[in-house]
C-alpha cells in the first residue's frame, strides 16, 4: 500500500516541484493527509524507539513518545513546511513615512537540519518603506513560519529577508538574526558561550552605507 508520505512526494515529483527540509509543501497536501502523516510519522518513530533498544511496552515515560514526537513535528516544530503561509495584509503607507523602522527582538525556534537540534535565539528586522506598510504582529508571523522548519541560520536568514521583501514591497529590508545551536552546545564542542549572527541587506540598507548603520545602531539599543 501506498503510504502518505510517498503520496505527496509523487505530487511534488510530478510538478517539477522541491521538498528540500527548509521548503514550504502546504499546497501538495490534501485534506486528509495531514493527520495520516502524522500517524506515518509515528510508526517510524516508534521502529527508532525499538532500535534505540527501549522499551516503550513497559517504560511509563515512553509508551507515548512515538505519537508525541510525530505530532511535535508536524504541527510545532516543523510546522513551517506543512502549514500555508500566513494571512499578510497590506496598507498603503498614508503618512508617507521616509524613515527606517526596525521590529525586535522576535523570539527564533528552529532545528539545525544537520543534527535535529535546536536553533534559539532572536531576529532583528528593518524597513525603510515603500508605497505599502504591514502591521508589526506580521513581521514575528512570517519569521515563524520561515524558522519553523529543519535549515541552517544563513538560508533561514535570507528565506526571511525573501519573504518581508516580498510581503512589504519596501525601499530596502535588514534582516539581523543571533542565535544559539544545540548541534554545538548538546554534542560536539559543547560550548555554550557561542552565538552565530548572521544578516540579510536589500535595497537601500544594502545600497546605502549610512541606512545600514542606522540600522546596526538601532538594534545595539534595543533589548
Not at 61 to 71: E, I, L
Not at 191 to 213: C, L, N, W, Y
Request: aromatic share 8%; glycine share 6%.
Amino acid at each position: 500500500m501506498t503510504t502518505t508520505s510517498e503520496k505527496i512526494r509523487n505530487r511534488i515529483l510530478q510538478d517539477n516541484g522541491k521538498f528540500f527540509c527548509n521548503d514550504n509543501i502546504s499546497s501538495y497536501l490534501e485534506p486528509d493527509d495531514f493527520e495520516a502523516l502524522i500517524e506515518e510519522v509515528s510508526g517510524k518513530m516508534q521502529g527508532v524507539l525499538e532500535s534505540l533498544v527501549i522499551d516503550t511496552k513497559n517504560d511509563h515515560n515512553t509508551q507515548d513518545t512515538a505519537h508525541r514526537v510525530a505530532k511535535m513535528f508536524c504541527t510545532e516544530i516543523f510546522s513551517g513546511r506543512y502549514l500555508p503561509q500566513p494571512k499578510i495584509t497590506a496598507f498603503p503607507n498614508v503618512t508617507e513615512y521616509d524613515q527606517v523602522y526596525v521590529t525586535g527582538p522576535i523570539s527564533i525556534r528552529s532545528t539545525c537540519a544537520h543534527h535535529f537540534q535546536s536553533i534559539k535565539g532572536k531576529a532583528y528586522v528593518g524597513v525603510f518603506p515603500g508605497k505599502n506598510v504591514i502591521g508589526l504582529s506580521k513581521f514575528n508571523r512570517m519569521v515563524d513560519w520561515i524558522v519553523s522548519r529543519p535549515q541552517i541560520q544563513e538560508e533561514m536568514t535570507i528565506q526571511i529577508a525573501d519573504l518581508i521583501e516580498q510581503e512589504t514591497q519596501a525601499q530596502g529590508v535588514a534582516v539581523l538574526i543571533q542565535a544559539e545551536h544545540g548541534c554545538m552546545t548538546m554534542r560536539g564542542v559543547r560550548e555554550h558561550e557561542s552565538d552565530m549572527t548572521t544578516s540579510v541587506m536589500r535595497g537601500a540598507f544594502r545600497e546605502h552605507p549610512h541606512i545600514k548603520q542606522e540600522f546596526f545602531n538601532i538594534v545595539a539599543r534595543m533589548k
